[in-house]
């Protein structure tokens, strides 16, 4: 099974932020908002995007895995 989303990505009070529905039920899959401060902000940017792309994993893990083969690791 094949999932569609509808992804807006907005300023919201000048900070980036992105949603990402399901297109079928139109539920709130992700939901993020860029946190970060002025304080040593290249560490901020750094830690912020790590958390949208842990996010972003996370919903992937969400689809269908029939398809995925498993190995042993020996």
């Not at 990505?9 to 900070?15: D, P, Q």
């Not at 539920?27 to 560490?43: A, P």
């Amino acid at each position: 099974m094949i999932m569609s989303y509808q992804i807006e990505a907005f300023l919201e009070n000048g900070n980036p932020s992105l949603k990402i529905w399901d297109s079928k039920d139109h539920s709130l899959c992700l939901s993020w908002t860029y946190r970060g401060n002025e304080i040593n902000k290249s560490q901020e940017i750094k830690k912020e995007v790590h958390r949208l792309f842990r996010q972003l994993l996370l919903l992937t893990l969400k689809e269908d895995v029939n398809n995925v083969r498993v190995f042993k690791a020996k």
